[in-house]
């Protein structure tokens, strides 16, 4: 079973409008931790934000929130406001296990249309 | 800090030869991460050390590849012979191993094996 799943390939959003991405995830660990990369052009890998699994509330960074629904193993990435210079590769990943181990799932492709 | 610093950016060479990737990680950060990119197969965890010690190599693809983490601020990934199949970004990414900063990475370096 995929660890990470991120079902858009894909996805357009007008300018200024809001986008949600969508990552579902699977793990038996009561301890976890969720984060959103960005991976632009340039091919750098860029952390966005993080959500603990212990964490009562929604993690925010900006114009970045995590839509956290534990029950539904769901932590969506919201981006408000949309600019242009968020068009990019974004990587839902997961943390956990003792070690720390970090599976990233396949990503979402978001282009924002001016 | 500087980061994450990975070299050489951009390696290309012939089948057949030996391939040395060099990363240093962040003073302090106690984790190390060894990923490889592709179109085909996203982000692949290849091998991860905690303490200069390899805890998880099962992603290390064949027998082709190794990894070492004399110290501290250094580790080298190896690919010996190299192949066309093995071209990719390889990037290293270190963490402090707790909290909400996830890893951090470096620039990657994009490996062309003609």
């Known amino acids: 079973a995929q660890k990470i799943t991120q079902t858009q390939p894909g996805m357009f959003v007008q300018e200024k409008e809001a986008v949600t991405l969508d990552c579902t995830y699977d793990?038996?660990?009561?301890?976890?931790?969720l984060f959103w990369y960005k991976q632009p052009s340039s091919g750098e890998m860029i952390f966005l934000i993080y959500q603990g699994s212990y964490d009562e509330q929604n993690a925010t960074e900006g114009r970045y929130s995590l839509n956290f629904q534990k029950a539904r193993k769901s932590a969506n990435l919201v981006i408000s406001a949309s600019q242009l210079g968020d068009s990019a590769m974004y990587f839902c990943a997961m943390r956990e296990g003792p070690y720390q181990k970090v599976t990233f799932g396949t990503g979402t492709k978001l282009q924002v249309i001016p | 800090d500087a980061g994450v610093i990975q070299s050489p950016r951009h390696e290309v060479t012939e089948m057949g030869q030996e391939v040395t990737l060099r990363c240093k990680p962040i003073s302090g950060h106690d984790y190390l991460f060894w990923y490889r990119q592709t179109m085909m197969r996203g982000l692949e965890l290849l091998i991860y050390f905690n303490n200069n010690v390899p805890i998880d190599d099962s992603g290390m693809p064949e027998d082709r590849f190794s990894a070492k983490m004399p110290n501290a601020s250094f580790s080298t990934l190896k690919i010996q012979p190299s192949e066309p199949r093995d071209s990719a970004v390889y990037f290293c990414a270190s963490s402090p191993g707790t909290g909400v900063h996830g890893y951090t990475f470096g620039s990657g370096t994009r490996l062309t094996v003609v």
């Open positions: 793990t038996s660990d009561q301890s976890y931790g």
